[in-house]
């Protein structure tokens, strides 16, 4: 499926049976037992969007359950407005990933925690990687700010204080999607600067390079980590 090509919001749309049946499945689930959830993506998806799954609930017409957006598409669409399972959240990373045109299998990629996402990124032309290194940038959720909104929601909904945990959290792999996408927190990352985690076998591709291709990408890090530091 390419880009583009999935409507949003993605269907289908949460209807009132479903909300229903959701609402009681929950009910039924005891309060102080921890709810695991997991992320679900789309590919050919412009728009930035993460869906919830609940493994432990059935819900085989609809492959997740809530609907994370941004606040600012929450409020532009009226069918998001009134969904009860669509969940308003302010991104939180941002997440570089390197590739090389000529390593099709090679990639590292380096999450940056934000208080907001910025329209525009400037980085001196002299930090960017020259070929065959091709620069991806994508904004995101970490699985404490979806956990956090997945709190919220069960004390505003159903009144109750629920403990939460992401995929991630129970050992899974995080993931993300494409520009203008989503990511997870992943427990599998290490700290490379102030605040700066290299995620999951970034790390190890990024010890395996030659020592002048590892400091170039250092420093292309850096420049980005600099660039995002009025909003870190």
């Given amino acids: 499926m390419t880009a583009g090509t999935v409507p949003f919001p993605p269907p289908p ?15 039924a689930v005891p309060a102080d037992g921890e709810l695991a959830w997991e992320p679900v993506h789309l590919l050919g998806l412009d728009a930035p969007w993460v869906g919830v799954r609940v493994p432990t ?16 598409d929450h409020e532009r669409d009226r ?7 669509a969940l308003p959240v302010a991104q939180d990373t941002i997440v570089v990933d390197l ?14 925690p934000v208080r907001s996402v910025p329209s525009r990124i400037d980085v001196p032309a002299a930090a960017l990687p020259g070929a065959p290194w091709r620069v991806e940038l994508a904004s995101g959720w970490t699985a404490a700010a979806i956990g956090s909104a997945l709190v919220t929601w069960f004390a505003d909904r159903m009144g109750v204080r629920r403990s939460v945990a ?4 129970h ?3 995080g993931g993300a999607t494409g520009p203008g996408g989503s990511v997870d927190a992943d427990p599998d990352r290490f700290l490379v600067g102030d605040g700066l985690f290299a995620v999951g076998a970034s790390f190890d591709a990024l010890l395996r390079l030659p020592p002048a ?9 850096g420049a980005v980590a600099e660039a995002l530091a009025p909003v870190r």
Avoid: N
């Fill in 99 to 112: 590739h090389r045109d000529d390593d099709a299998g090679f990639g590292l990629r380096l999450q940056v």
């Fill in 166 to 169: 992401s995929a991630s959290e």
């Fill in 57 to 72: 609930l059935s819900t085989p017409d609809r492959a997740w359950v809530w609907d994370v957006v941004t606040p600012q």
């Fill in 79 to 85: 069918s998001l407005h009134d969904d009860p399972l």
């Fill in 171 to 173: 050992g899974s792999p």
């Fill in 213 to 221: 291709d590892a400091a170039r990408i250092t420093v292309f890090f």
């Fill in 13 to 27: 749309r949460s209807w009132r049976s479903f909300v229903d049946g959701v609402l009681d499945t929950l009910v």
